[in-house]
T-cell receptor, first 113, second 114 residues
């Protein structure tokens, strides 16, 4: 069966430090992969999505970047964190571009101090 | 353009009483609609989805939702709340079913009182 792993679960980082969050999917090939952010008291915002290795689309301009070095690996990064980067980050996958219901990872709670 | 409004940011019910979480949407097309549940520090779990089939959709854990086009609503209900239902619930709309065209509501926090 397909599973999605996301780590770390929680992270506290100082302003200006780098960030690397990793997401891997098992049990499927060539998935579409997504990074979402959920700020406190707000709904989810799509940050990046990827339809294949090395193919990244950014939905909103920001301090973050994403990479997909392998078919089932999706990484969210930042060179210098801002306070506003705090939030709950969720990775998700789907098969193809049509959404019938994502499978989401368990999320990473990032607090920038 | 599409949008979704969850009318209540917080809902409290007593265990064993009915649950109603309200969601209104706007969409230029025939939308796909979804409800997700999120327990603290956990990912999102799909409860149910409407994709232009039956207007009354049954989901997991006893939840169901009714798509009412005339009212542009997709309210989530459950006949009898359980303590384990306490979580945050998100209504989601997609105009064309595309994975890129999703809009999440701001969420409703459900509290279940003993």
């Amino acid at each position: 069966s397909q599973t999605i792993h996301q780590w770390p679960a929680t992270l506290v980082q100082p302003v200006g430090s780098p960030l690397s969050l990793e997401c891997t999917v098992e049990g499927t090939s060539n998935p579409n992969l997504y990074w979402y952010r959920q700020a406190a008291g707000r709904g989810l915002q799509l940050l990046f999505y990827s339809v294949g290795i090395g193919q990244i689309s950014s939905e909103v301009p920001q301090n973050l970047s994403a990479s997909r070095p392998q078919d089932r690996q999706f990484i969210l990064s930042s060179k210098k964190l801002l306070l506003s980067d705090s939030g709950f980050y969720l990775c998700a996958w789907s098969v193809g571009g049509m959404w019938t219901g994502y499978t989401f990872g368990s999320g990473t709670r990032l607090t920038v101090v | 353009a599409q949008s979704v409004t969850q009318l209540d940011s917080h809902v409290s019910v007593s265990e064993g009483t009915p649950v109603l979480l309200r969601c209104n949407y706007s969409s230029s097309y025939s939308p796909s609609l979804f409800w997700y549940v999120q327990h603290p520090n956990k990912g999102l779990q799909l409860l149910l989805k409407y994709t232009s089939a039956a207007t009354l959709v049954k989901g997991i854990n006893g939840f169901e939702a009714e798509f009412k086009k005339s009212e542009t609503s997709f309210h989530l209900t459950k006949p009898s709340a359980h303590m384990s239902d306490a979580a945050e619930y998100f209504c989601v709309v997609s105009d064309d079913g595309s994975a890129r065209q999703l809009t999440f509501g701001s969420g409703t926090q459900l509290t279940v009182l003993p």
